[in-house]
């Protein structure tokens, strides 16, 4: 899990991350252990071919120092030496077994196998820093036992060929990872589109998918897509309709239930009768409201005056004997349907004063929208309820315990505020209390025919 969480904190997981960085990872170890492979053969050909060339310097020399006798060897040693050829003749050798190894396969140069009875090499770089020569130790020991020792600077063209080879691959590398790039991004293309389509959907409409292109695995997952799309949508708009019929069809009874209470003789019984329906009523209401959805019934849009509306609200729950405060109120027009967004308005306002203590109430506005601000001093919404508020049929506790309401009161106002191109949010206000923010585009950011007129447009 914590790998998992790492990966997707640093590299975003999308399918060219997914596709590229396995190869990544591949590419490098091959890089890593071609560049190994290739640095120790080379420098074992560098040192071979660096041996065979100190063997045939050394080759005439030793042939004449063992021509003459002893005692004359030091000083043809030291006549026969060069700047880039140093010798010495003594009975040692200057490379001892342990630091040098024995090259039989040299015997063949020259006439050393007649001459010798071993041959020691022990290559090794005399500029470390850019390996331009190699300084070759050669120990040859005579027939007599007696040692020529030299020591050879060649040069060596292991650092050029080893960068070349560098250069080479590393070039091969970028063009491969640049490949597989482009492969990955046009192949994730079609996968973008067909998301960016499906995002862009009306959630009850009922056009199809576009056609994204793509390899033939695309396709198939766009038509499959679209197919469980339409079942969806038709299963649905049936249960919203047989929902609606329900509920449409139990107000003509609830109406006779009304009629048949007025006229029970206990007046406390018909209060009880009355309240019970009255909730009744409204239950039904809100589930007629909530599958109504945004449409408002087919209402038309027109421009709104926020500021009045919200005065409207509060006058209506003034007569009711609830008291709600005005707070700034500013001048406000926006496009959009008055019955469906005084829903909302009153849902608001109701809320804050069952569940509540002083509501209040404020219209502000800026350049890009307009937010209406509901809010109470009450005990607020518990923070584990609120990312659950907007659920349909969800209820909290003091909800219950007040009684009443449906659970749609919430997830209608924000599908009503939503289609008008806004949103509706509920945040727990500091010290206590509750405040909903209803934002909404301002006249110049919407046009009627941004908003659906009829349900699924």
Known sequence: MAMTAARRRWLPDTLLVRILAPGVFALVVLLVVSLVVHASLL???AERGAAEVAAHRVAGVAEAIAAVARPDRFRIAQALSAPDLALSWGDAPDLPSDRARAAPDLAHVGRLAEVTREIRVAPGLSDAE?????????????VDGS???????????????????????????AALLICVALASRVAAAPLARLARAVRHLPPDGDAPLPQVGGPQEVRDVTEALDGALRRVRDLLRQRSLALGALSHDLMSPLARLKLRADE???????????????????????????????DGGGEPVVPVSVTDLVQVVVDEFAETGADVEERRLDEATVLARPVALKR???NLVENAIKYGANPWVEVLTNRSEVEVRVGDHGPGVPPEDLARVFEPFFRGDRARAAGGGSGLGLPTAKAIAEAHGGALELASAPGGGTIAVLKLPPTSAVTPAQLPSKPGA
């Open 264 to 294: 029970l003789p206990d007046p406390a019984l018909r209060r009880t009768v009355q309240r019970d329906l009255a909730e009744m009523e409204g239950m039904v209401g809100d589930v007629l409201a909530y599958l109504r959805g945004a």
């Open 130 to 142: 850019h390996g331009a020569l190699r300084n070759v130790a050669v120990s040859v020991q005579l």
């Open 147 to 173: 040692w020529v020792n030299a020591r050879v600077l060649a040069v060596s063209l292991i650092a050029a060929d080893d960068a070349a080879f560098r250069v080479a691959v590393g070039t091969v590398a």
């Open 43 to 45: 420098r074992q050909a």
């Open 344 to 346: 909302v308005l009153r």
